[in-house]
């Protein structure tokens, strides 16, 4: 089984028009972003039949805090659509003045978790008001899941770092977190100095062209096999190469087992 734990879709009707201005985003700092769909419902249930997908987790993000309850309206209905197949965390903004009502209705939803982006969403991941959201989530048996390290749509500085992960962590002391991209894009050597070891998960989102292999096989071996979530970041990145190269690296049945299902099937509930 393949479990796709980051993936990105958007309503037929706003789809072509998110994805140009993404697409557009990367462009403005020198990077050309392809894409695998075209970010509706359809057209990643295609690539997953296509690429031997069994479940796909979309991770919407609220950009401002008027979107936050329509997209979480719009994500409860991803899984029915889908055949159970698309599922979908919630998003809230952390400038919603009703945020603690917000995480109260992605419960009341079914969703299970929530998706923050601090470079879309204009916050600083350990600032004290964000802990008091992420405690309040965790109180609620919701997964919380954070874009980590650069993003080659946005100026830097950048808001996340494991540094500040680690932190978050340690203050926090409970409760399921996810760092996207391996703990931060394209700063895995602090991800190596600053979490390897630490109570977070970290997805493999955009990665395996990204991050050294044998950088790649030392995370795996010292953080464990068990906090390790396949993902791609859909449609920035395609399953088939994604799974293609981790089936190619010297891991263990088990370790690939954990990757690609074990782990999201055990917090998903699948």
Avoid at 41 to 62: C, F, H, K, T
Avoid at 68 to 76: C, D, M, P, Y
Avoid at 209 to 229: A, C, M, T, W
Wanted: proline fraction near 4%; charge should be negative; aromatic fraction near 10%.
């Amino acid at each position: 089984m393949y479990i796709d734990f980051h993936t990105h879709l958007f309503p037929d009707k706003i789809a072509q028009r998110a994805k140009k201005q993404l697409v557009d985003n990367g462009l403005r700092f020198g990077n050309a972003l392809p894409t695998c769909t075209d970010m509706t419902v359809d057209s990643l249930l295609s690539r997953m039949n296509e690429w031997g997908i069994d479940y796909s987790l979309v991770q919407p993000i609220a950009t401002k805090p008027s979107q936050t309850k329509s997209i979480n309206t719009f994500a409860s209905t991803l899984a029915e659509r889908s055949e159970g197949r698309i599922l979908s965390f919630g998003s809230v903004h952390p400038e919603c003045e009703n945020w603690k009502a917000e995480i109260d209705n992605i419960v009341s939803l079914g969703l299970r978790g929530i998706k923050f982006h601090a470079e879309y969403q204009g916050f600083v991941l350990d600032d004290i008001k964000m802990l008091r959201i992420y405690e309040y989530a965790f109180s609620k048996n919701l997964i919380i899941l954070h874009h980590a390290g650069a993003d080659l749509g946005m100026p830097e500085p950048y808001h996340t770092s494991p540094q500040k992960f680690a932190k978050v962590v340690d203050e926090l002391k409970g409760g399921v977190m996810v760092a996207a991209h391996l703990g931060g894009h394209l700063q895995w050597d602090d991800v190596e100095k600053y979490i390897v070891g630490k109570n977070i998960y970290l997805d493999t989102s955009m990665g395996q062209h990204s991050y050294p292999k044998e950088q790649f096989l030392r995370i795996v071996k010292n953080h464990g096999s068990d906090k390790i979530l396949f993902a791609t970041d859909s449609p920035w990145s395609r399953a088939d190469e994604e799974k293609s190269s981790i089936n190619a690296l010297p891991l263990t049945d088990k370790q690939k087992e954990d990757i690609f299902c074990g782990n999201a099937k055990r917090l998903l509930g699948i």
